[in-house]
């Protein structure tokens, strides 16, 4: 049962904004949207890691890919077609696409980078090359 709503006299500025932005139209299931996944990324001696906020997704819907130095984290996720029995009466959420890229320097270890979702939180380890240390070397004089 859907209750028509009522409009008191007396508004407060909170329900202002809750029916501005309820009656704005949602876009259909059939327009592909897309936005930034919001990241942290941070450094230890090891390497660099980027951690993902993006709840709700499922692992096999992630690609990551390495091309030429550049590192893309991308979900799409293709909505469901509702079934004919039933009548959807309000969506308010919907899981978008995204993709992010970075640059990779070359102190990055390509072959190395490794990912994990859990949580909400995908994370993503990028271990830094090790060092080749030369070591010194003394110069004999003939």
């Known amino acids: ?4 709503k009522s ?4 508004k407060t500025l909170t329900s202002v904004f809750d029916e501005l932005f309820n009656s704005l139209p949602s876009t ?7 936005t ?15 951690e993902f906020n993006v ?5 096999e819907d992630f690609k990551i890919n390495v091309d ?18 039933i009548k959807v009466l309000r969506k308010e959420f919907s899981f978008q696409s995204f ?3 970075f640059s990779l320097d070359e102190k990055i270890n390509a072959e190395g980078i ?7 939180i995908l994370k993503v380890v990028l271990p830094k090359k090790e060092e080749v240390k030369i070591a010194p070397k003394q110069i004999s004089i003939q």
């Open 28 to 34: 259909s299931g059939n327009e592909v949207r897309s």
């Open 68 to 85: 030429k130095g550049l590192l893309t984290v991308s979900h799409e996720k293709k909505e469901e077609t509702e079934t004919k029995d």
């Open 36 to 50: 930034k996944a919001p990241v942290n990324i941070s450094e230890n001696e090891n390497g660099y890691n980027i």
């Open 7 to 10: 409009f008191p006299v007396n």
């Open 99 to 101: 993709t992010r890229s």
């Open 114 to 120: 490794e990912a994990k979702y859990e949580n909400g």
């Open 1 to 4: 049962m859907i209750v028509a």
């Open 55 to 59: 709840p709700g997704r499922n692992k």
